[in-house]
């Protein structure tokens, strides 16, 4: 499974992504707005941040940016590099791959990528 979704139908239901206790719900996926972030605690302490782009497709990558300790992804600016969606950190401007976590700034770099879906229910 993908950590991507790309709705054809608009999104109503409830956010959820994988850990590895399994699915976590997140929030109401209207509560998403197109090119914001959310930031979400998980079970295991670690952060998450939660997007959904202006096409209305959802991601789930790490909150905290590797190169401040801070976690603060969930409020960067979202944008598109060669058709790679990403995310750049509000505090060095690196930008991270919302598809698999990776910076594209620096290659040795990464943050955690989660599966999403959406429930309906």
């Known amino acids: 499974m993908s950590n991507v979704i790309s ?5 109503t239901g409830t956010v959820e992504l994988r850990t590895a ?9 209207e509560e998403l707005l197109p090119g914001r972030g959310v930031a979400a605690l998980l079970p295991d302490g670690r952060q998450a941040a939660l997007f959904r782009d202006r096409a209305g497709r ?4 790490g909150n ?5 300790g801070a976690g603060v992804l969930s409020h960067g600016l979202l944008g598109t590099l060669q058709d790679r969606a990403y995310v750049a950190s509000p505090l060095l401007k690196q930008r ?11 290659d040795s770099v990464a943050v955690a990528s989660y599966p999403v879906r959406v429930s309906r229910s």
């Open 7 to 11: 709705p054809t139908l608009p999104l």
């Open 21 to 29: 206790e399994g699915w976590l719900a997140v929030c109401a996926a």
């Open 58 to 61: 959802l991601y789930a990558i």
């Open 64 to 68: 905290v940016d590797p190169f401040t």
């Open 96 to 106: 991270f791959d919302l598809a698999d976590g990776h910076c594209l700034d620096d």
